[in-house]
């Protein structure tokens, strides 16, 4: 009889991870967090270690099309460090390892490398090793970032408690609607004259923030200037819908967030009305907003009313409550994992099956700030 095979889309990026992990025990002293938040923790003498990594795969999570290398290699690099400072870490150095396909040139890599190198200037990162290798799948980007904290400074997922305040710096949704303007104008441009220009004007705000993101290492030291430790954190990088459940299931506790306190820039408020979306929806599940989600003690309520850039977005409750969304009318939404499922069948929306054929770009749109 044949063993019953199970599509890696029924369990999910994560649900997989869990079912290859769980037999992975930590054996040595020096492991102090594995699997399961958003950087391990390895223990040397004072100071903690924080390692963390990501892949990013051509026709999945960038199209060359519209995405310029040097903002592609800048990103690659600043979601990494984002995930170090959402342990409450400093980013330290990385490992870059690339698959490249036959149609890349060494000026497209080395443009890919000057936006990662900008990276490193603007975070004090050191490029410290790596790995290249051929490619039948167009390019594969694999970063490893290492940080450092003190034990007493770290900060996971699981240490959430009722009652504490939810909060989360900037706004969000933008990276997403950035993303739906550059997908619209790409096939407006494929059916267009030569010499055709998409119109970007006033929209200037929704495309750095999917091109090139930052990681809010000023949020992460405004807290500790003011004298806050949040009792859990993580990046927002598949949508606060998941991330506000990871949180929850990590520290098991439930929670309430309002439709009505989530933060949304103006032009992501007005791209949402041009292409018909609900605003919420995707403040709620856009992802790619690298903004930090974090909980506080209700003691520091008046500490963090007083922080530029951040914002109280609900409180958190017993796990037996749940998690929901208080809408606008006083009900309530369950909040569901809706954002980004890398094994989802409708995953590869940043991309296209024509990704293998575009161009890159080594000539691409200044980034410098």
């Not at 790596?130 to 799948?137: E, F, I, L």
């Not at 605003?279 to 009313?305: C, H, Q, R, S, W």
């Not at 099956?353 to 200044?366: G, H, I, L």
Request: aromatic share 6%; proline share 4%; with cysteine.
């Amino acid at each position: 009889m044949e063993n019953k095979q199970t599509e890696i889309s029924t369990l999910g990026e994560f649900g997989l991870i869990d079912r290859l992990t769980r037999d992975f025990p930590l054996k040595n002293e020096s492991s102090h967090k594995g699997i399961g938040d958003d950087a391990a923790v390895l223990g040397f003498g004072d100071k903690e270690a924080l390692v963390t990594t990501d892949l990013l795969l051509e026709g999945i999570h960038f199209d060359l099309r519209y995405v310029p290398l040097k903002h592609l290699g800048y990103k690659a690099a600043v979601v990494n460090f984002s995930d170090i400072y959402a342990m409450n870490g400093t980013p330290k150095q990385i490992t870059v390892s690339l698959g490249v396909s036959s149609r890349f040139t060494v000026e497209h890599i080395e443009e890919l490398y000057a936006g990662i190198r900008l990276a490193c200037e603007v975070y004090g990162v050191d490029l410290v090793g790596g790995d290249t290798s051929a490619s039948v799948t167009g390019l594969v980007i694999s970063i490893t970032c290492l940080g450092e904290a003190a034990k007493e400074d770290i900060v996971y997922r699981s240490g959430a408690k009722p009652t504490d305040l939810i909060c989360v710096s900037g706004d969000l949704g933008a990276a997403y609607m950035g993303l739906q303007l550059l997908e619209r104008e790409n096939r407006v441009a494929a059916g267009a004259e030569p010499g055709f220009q998409p119109d970007f004007s006033g929209k200037e705000y929704i495309l750095e923030r999917q091109l090139k993101p930052e990681a809010r290492k000023d949020i992460v030291k405004m807290l500790a200037e003011n004298g806050i430790k949040p009792t859990s954190m993580m990046d927002v990088s598949d949508g606060l819908s998941s991330e506000l459940l990871h949180i929850c299931k990590s520290s098991d506790v439930g929670c309430r967030v309002y439709e009505d306190r989530i933060p949304i820039d103006y032009q992501t408020a007005v791209m949402a009305e041009e292409f018909n979306m609900n605003l919420v929806t995707a403040a709620m599940n856009g992802g790619e907003d690298y903004e930090l989600l974090f909980t506080v003690p209700l003691a520091d309520n008046e500490k963090i009313e007083k922080l530029k850039g951040v914002t109280m977005i609900g409180y958190v409750t017993k796990p037996e409550l749940g998690a929901a969304m208080v809408t606008r009318d006083g009900g309530e939404l369950p909040i569901r994992a809706q954002g980004w499922n890398a094994f989802a069948d409708n995953s590869a929306a940043p991309a296209s099956s024509a990704a293998d054929d575009a161009v890159p770009q080594a000539d691409s749109t200044d980034v410098e700030k």
